[in-house]
């Protein structure tokens, strides 16, 4: 879970940021924001200032958000107050392709005999 995660979070590029809640979506663990902020919290060599919440708020408090904000700005990045403009900033992660299954037990509409 954790290397999926990382993995996830150094896709998003310079000048853009991303939510913990997309990251834990697109890392395929839907629901697992908090487990994103972990693994920010706990490796090193990460782009950690990229990862915000949803909205664009900056969660970290008092000097380390400061810090994050500083280094947000320095890639480009805009605020709207105390938010990131996400319009302008969101990195959207490509859906990955699933392959459709057939339902069991159906037939298709195609197919269905009519009476």
Known sequence: M???IVATIRKVPHGH???YGA???AAG???AARQ???TLHSAAGLPWHRI???GGEIKLRGD???DQRLRLEAEGVTFRGRRVNMRLHEFKFQP???KRQPKKGRKSKRHRSRA
């Open 2 to 4: 954790r290397e999926r």
């Open 17 to 19: 940021v991303s939510s």
């Open 23 to 25: 990251i834990a979506k």
């Open 29 to 31: 663990y839907p629901g």
């Open 36 to 38: 994103v902020a972990w």
């Open 52 to 54: 915000v919440g949803a």
């Open 64 to 66: 380390s958000a400061i």
């Open 96 to 98: 990955g392709k699933k």
